[in-house]
């Protein structure tokens, strides 16, 4: 990063244009995601409530299924399967037990949907927790970076190519 065309590799302008262009190239993102930690805490919040309500849609599916004779429209199709006096009017009482299995297969399948939106919903939680902690991380690379400006700006440019300064890389 600090690297340098010329013969010395520690060259102190080379080296503050290196850091100014670096720096200018992240302060977009640092203001953009470091500046709004209040929303990223309450977005945070949100996707976490959201999460926790789409794994109890989910877990309210997969108990639906045990208790789905009891409610009121689908205790109809409890009835038609289990009853005798319908299952004699149908001709087929093989479709009738499809269609209940149907039934109760879709509602597995909209249980798994929601799990997996709710796993969404972490991977997306997490994300932006991530996302956060890199800038913190880029902010101190700035604070970092600064200091350097300020320290190879004071001094004179002979005592800069006599001294050796460490080569840092990000």
């Known amino acids: 990063m600090f690297s340098s065309n010329k013969k010395t590799p520690h060259d102190a302008p080379q080296q503050i244009s290196d850091a100014q262009q670096l720096l200018s190239t992240l302060q977009p993102a640092l203001d953009h995601v470091y500046s709004n930690k209040a929303t990223l805490w309450v977005s945070k919040s949100f996707d976490w409530i959201e999460e926790f309500l789409y794994y109890l849609i989910a877990s309210c599916c997969f108990v639906f299924i045990f208790i789905m004779d009891s409610i009121f429209p689908f205790h109809l ?10 299952r004699e009017q149908i001709s087929n009482a093989n479709d009738i037990n499809s269609f209940n299995l149907a039934v109760k297969g879709l509602i597995v399948i909209i249980g798994i949907l929601f799990i997996l939106l709710g796993i969404k919903k972490r991977v997306i939680r997490r994300n ?25 700006s004071k001094l004179p440019p002979e005592t800069v190519e006599t001294t050796s300064l460490p080569n840092t890389t990000i």
């Open 77 to 86: 199709l409890g009835e038609i399967v289990n009853r005798p006096v319908f």
């Open 128 to 152: 932006k927790t991530l996302i956060y902690n890199a800038s913190v991380e880029l902010k101190k690379v700035e604070k970092h970076l600064l200091s350097k400006i300020d320290e190879l």
